[in-house]
């Protein structure tokens, strides 16, 4: 495997305890709209872009008029009500100061809009060490297609070999997949291991990632000299 010198991290779930958030806003503004759906229905899809999202709910395109009103009213909904409450989760700082103190460098890839992720990026308290922030709007398609991650990855302008993408979702895994590139999975967004099948390593959440990076795949940082292939680790607890 080679020496790891770039991280694409994807937010929601990964860096912010926001997954749950997200889908009661989800269902929120869709009840103002005469929509009824249950919170699972929704939560098992947070992590692909809205306008996916919308129409595997309700069949509802999200480029339709009511699409639009309905995904602006979750927008506000989620920014005005449920961001003041969210925090990172723990660890997050650190593992992101870290992670740049050995050389590796870090960007990021997000479904959410830029404004929205402008404040998430905020609650991790180590937007300094991150070069760019993928979103949204810098793709025609989001997740789990690849655009996002093919955005973030033009901006570390490294290998696909060298760099890894680190989510909570299997959309994180399809899209990084689909971009060419490995995946370290995070519980903390809610999903099990085996959704997360295709992670080359499966950790609890930052803090854990951080407890065991000599023996992750980011083990050593950028100056690491390349290793042997290594068999995938699914690091239990």
Not at 225 to 235: I, N, S, V, Y
């Amino acid at each position: 495997m080679a020496s790891i010198r770039g991280v694409i991290f994807d937010v929601d779930g990964t860096l912010i305890d926001s997954n749950d958030a997200h889908a009661r806003a989800w269902i929120d503004a869709l009840e103002e709209f005469g929509h009824k759906v249950h919170f699972e229905e929704v939560r098992r899809l947070i992590g692909m872009g809205g306008d996916k999202l919308l129409p595997r709910v309700t069949g509802i395109s999200s480029d339709s008029p009511e699409g639009k009103r309905i995904s602006g009213r979750c927008s506000e909904i989620f920014m005005k009500q449920l961001l003041p409450e969210l925090r990172a989760f723990p660890g997050t700082k650190e593992l992101l100061e870290e992670l740049h103190r050995r050389g590796i460098r870090i960007v990021i890839a997000s479904s959410a809009k830029e404004e929205k992720l402008r404040e998430l990026l905020k609650l991790t308290g180590a937007d300094g060490v991150i070069e760019s922030a993928t979103s949204s709007s810098d793709a025609e398609q989001s997740k789990p297609d690849p655009d996002i991650v093919q955005a973030a990855l033009g901006d570390l302008r490294l290998p696909p070999g060298e760099v890894v993408m680190i989510g909570d979702t299997p959309y994180d895994v399809e899209a990084a997949a689909r971009a060419g590139l490995r995946t370290i999975g995070f519980r903390s967004g809610g999903w099990t291991d085996s959704a997360l099948a295709g992670a080359i390593a499966v950790y609890d959440g930052p803090a854990d990632l951080l407890a065991h990076l000599e023996t992750s795949p980011l083990a050593g940082g950028a100056s690491a000299a390349p290793q042997a292939e290594e068999t995938p680790l699914q690091r239990t607890v």
